[in-house]
């Protein structure tokens, strides 16, 4: 295994740490370019040491009345000291209600733990988290920088379900969380393709402005800007790839980059007809809706823009999508996200890269029947035939066709259904996350280093399946909420098969 994948693993020492008790001595005084900060000391015991954790600095000025829908602004300065001793509010969210949903029960059980900390909602959330490691002698060296974007989901999610005292005290690196918009606010599409493009990935947006604040402040948290990592998860992962290649991500915010089990050339990884969920939302909140979709919006945008947070992310919760598929996410606006060929331009940023993924990524995309009493002939077919027609655009039944000849086990006369299951599961493994990765470990070898490693191993989670014989290695997100030190295991946001 490679030193970095070594470095990643340090991840799964972490341990969620939950709130900052209220008696935690004060950190110094930082001047940041906005203003002062002070935050808390945890500590974590004789082997570890002690780590400044700051929460809640602003990054960016809120995005709300008139700033909503609208690209990312510098923070305005503050006067006398930012508290920074306890968790931010997080995005607004769009989370998943497991009595609704068709998921396996693990996946429920985590949704339901970490709502708990998701309850605090405001559209002034843009604030990033910073723990750093004490140092001995102050001021006598600086740290690297690991920033991580939180995954899950386009539309759920926080940075401070990441506790990165553990990595940063044990890794020496100043670690940075950030939260970023999600669901219609951070991806309301109005782009019609047309020349000049419309600001639309508000989202990816919020993230440049992060990494922006990061190069001009970190210094002043013992971190070097020199040296910063990018790394993350399923959706985070794909976020980053998109930064990767964004054309406006000036070079030298970033210098390496972790992304695990997405990248944006996963098939659920972009929306493809974002003016249809645009012009969807607008219905379900009583908006008006242009006659002629590819034409400017600016009344349906002013609708929303002004419509109560309460009723957009009721109207926002209407709007369904594929199975397979988000509703929400990164899509095409001439400006962020450009029209080019997926992985063109993984290599515009000359930083080193590490992908990673396990056999079982899809697992928590199929619903809890399926995982525990396994796949018949006529639902491996109707799941298959429903990833192709969602996900692919053209030859879609040559496709169907050579899928089910190459996930189709010719060896067994009559294969059960955990067999099938199995199978299933590769399937949509392969073709959601694991080719797709290659694809741009592929891409990246032509243009900087590039390393890959498979996570394989078998978990507690295992236990839980309720199914005789079911031997299953990591499914990405399962014992890792040491990953990212959140209150539960996370799994990929998909959608299941009807």
Same mark, same amino acid.
């Given at each position: 295994?490679?030193?970095?994948?070594?470095?990643?693993?340090?991840?799964?020492?972490?341990?969620?740490?939950?709130?900052?008790?209220?008696?935690?001595?004060?950190? %110094?005084?930082?001047?940041?370019?906005?203003?002062?900060?002070?935050?808390?000391?945890?500590?974590?015991?004789?082997?570890?040491?002690?780590?400044?954790?700051?929460?809640?600095?602003?990054?960016?000025?809120?995005?709300?009345?008139?700033?909503?829908? /609208?690209? =990312? @602004?510098?923070? /305005?300065?503050?006067?006398?000291? #930012?508290?920074? =001793?306890?968790?931010?509010?997080?995005?607004?969210?769009?989370?998943?209600?497991?009595?609704?949903? @068709?998921?396996?029960?693990?996946?429920?059980?985590?949704? %339901?733990?970490?709502?708990?900390?998701?309850?605090?909602?405001?559209?002034?959330?843009?604030?990033?988290?910073?723990?750093?490691? *004490?140092?001995?002698?102050?001021?006598?060296?600086?740290?690297?920088?690991?920033?991580?974007?939180?995954?899950?989901?386009?539309?759920?999610?926080?940075?401070?379900?990441?506790?990165?005292?553990?990595?940063?005290?044990?890794?020496?690196?100043?670690?940075?969380?950030?939260?970023?918009?999600?669901?219609?606010?951070?991806?309301?599409? =109005?782009?019609?393709?047309?020349?000049?493009?419309?600001?639309?990935?508000?989202?990816?947006?919020?993230?440049?402005?992060?990494?922006?604040?990061?190069?001009?402040? *970190?210094?002043?948290?013992?971190?070097?800007?020199?040296?910063?990592?990018?790394?993350?998860?399923?959706?985070?992962?794909?976020?980053?790839?998109?930064?990767?290649?964004?054309?406006?991500?000036?070079?030298?915010?970033?210098?390496?980059?972790?992304?695990?089990?997405?990248?944006?050339?996963?098939?659920?990884?972009?929306?493809?007809?974002?003016?249809?969920?645009?012009?969807?939302?607008?219905?379900?909140?009583?908006?008006?809706?242009? &006659?002629?979709?590819?034409?400017?919006?600016?009344?349906?945008?002013?609708?929303?823009?002004?419509?109560?947070?309460?009723?957009?992310?009721?109207?926002?919760?209407?709007?369904?999508?594929?199975?397979?598929?988000?509703?929400?996410?990164?899509?095409? &606006?001439?400006?962020?996200?450009?029209?080019?060929?997926?992985?063109?331009?993984?290599?515009?940023?000359?930083?080193?890269?590490?992908?990673?993924?396990?056999?079982?990524?899809?697992?928590?995309?199929?619903?809890?029947?399926?995982?525990?009493?396994?796949?018949?002939?006529?639902?491996?077919?109707?799941?298959?035939?429903?990833?192709? %027609? @969602?996900?692919?655009?053209?030859?879609?039944?040559?496709?169907?066709?050579?899928?089910?000849?190459?996930?189709?086990?010719?060896?067994? *006369?009559?294969?059960?259904?955990?067999?099938? %299951?199995?199978?299933?599961?590769?399937?949509?493994?392969?073709?959601?996350?694991?080719?797709?990765?290659?694809?741009?470990? &592929?891409?990246?070898?032509?243009?900087?280093?590039?390393?890959?490693? *498979?996570?394989?191993?078998?978990?507690? #989670?295992?236990?839980?399946?309720?199914?005789?014989?079911?031997?299953?290695?990591?499914?990405?997100?399962?014992?890792?909420?040491?990953? =990212?030190?959140?209150?539960?295991?996370?799994?990929?946001?998909?959608?299941?098969?009807?």
């Amino acid at each position: 295994m490679t030193p970095w994948a070594w470095a990643w693993l340090v991840v799964l020492a972490a341990t969620w740490q939950g709130p900052q008790a209220a008696a935690a001595p004060k950190t %110094r005084l930082v001047n940041t370019k906005y203003g002062q900060v002070q935050g808390v000391i945890r500590h974590l015991g004789h082997l570890l040491g002690d780590v400044e954790v700051f929460m809640g600095v602003p990054y960016a000025s809120p995005p709300v009345e008139e700033g909503r829908f /609208t690209p =990312t @602004n510098t923070p /305005t300065p503050w006067e006398g000291v #930012l508290d920074a =001793t306890s968790p931010p509010p997080v995005c607004p969210q769009l989370l998943p209600q497991p009595e609704e949903a @068709n998921m396996p029960r693990a996946r429920a059980d985590f949704i %339901r733990n970490v709502s708990a900390w998701l309850t605090n909602q405001s559209e002034d959330c843009l604030t990033v988290n910073i723990y750093s490691p *004490i140092m001995v002698i102050p001021g006598s060296e600086v740290y690297p920088v690991m920033v991580y974007v939180h995954g899950e989901s386009f539309s759920w999610g926080a940075g401070s379900l990441f506790d990165g005292s553990v990595l940063a005290a044990y890794g020496r690196v100043v670690v940075v969380t950030l939260n970023y918009r999600l669901g219609p606010l951070g991806f309301l599409n =109005t782009y019609g393709g047309g020349g000049g493009g419309v600001v639309s990935n508000f989202a990816l947006m919020d993230q440049i402005t992060a990494l922006n604040w990061v190069a001009e402040n *970190i210094k002043q948290f013992n971190g070097d800007p020199s040296r910063v990592t990018l790394f993350g998860r399923d959706t985070g992962a794909a976020c980053i790839s998109y930064l990767m290649e964004s054309p406006i991500v000036p070079q030298g915010l970033f210098h390496r980059v972790v992304m695990v089990s997405g990248w944006s050339g996963c098939p659920w990884s972009r929306v493809t007809a974002p003016l249809s969920v645009t012009l969807r939302l607008a219905v379900a909140a009583g908006c008006p809706v242009p &006659d002629d979709p590819n034409a400017a919006h600016p009344r349906t945008v002013s609708c929303l823009r002004d419509a109560p947070l309460q009723d957009l992310m009721a109207a926002a919760r209407q709007v369904e999508s594929p199975a397979f598929m988000p509703a929400w996410g990164p899509s095409e &606006d001439g400006v962020v996200v450009a029209g080019a060929r997926r992985g063109a331009s993984l290599g515009r940023q000359h930083v080193q890269v590490m992908l990673g993924y396990t056999p079982w990524e899809a697992w928590s995309w199929l619903g809890e029947s399926l995982v525990n009493k396994g796949v018949d002939d006529r639902t491996f077919e109707r799941v298959a035939r429903t990833w192709v %027609r @969602n996900t692919r655009r053209h030859h879609l039944r040559e496709v169907l066709a050579a899928t089910l000849q190459e996930y189709t086990d010719w060896t067994a *006369i009559k294969p059960g259904p955990e067999v099938r %299951r199995n199978l299933l599961l590769h399937l949509l493994s392969d073709a959601g996350v694991v080719a797709p990765l290659h694809q741009a470990a &592929d891409a990246l070898a032509h243009q900087t280093k590039v390393f890959v490693f *498979i996570c394989d191993l078998e978990n507690q #989670l295992s236990g839980q399946l309720q199914a005789p014989g079911w031997e299953l290695g990591l499914m990405w997100g399962t014992g890792l909420s040491d990953v =990212t030190s959140s209150p539960g295991a996370p799994f990929p946001p998909i959608r299941p098969p009807p």
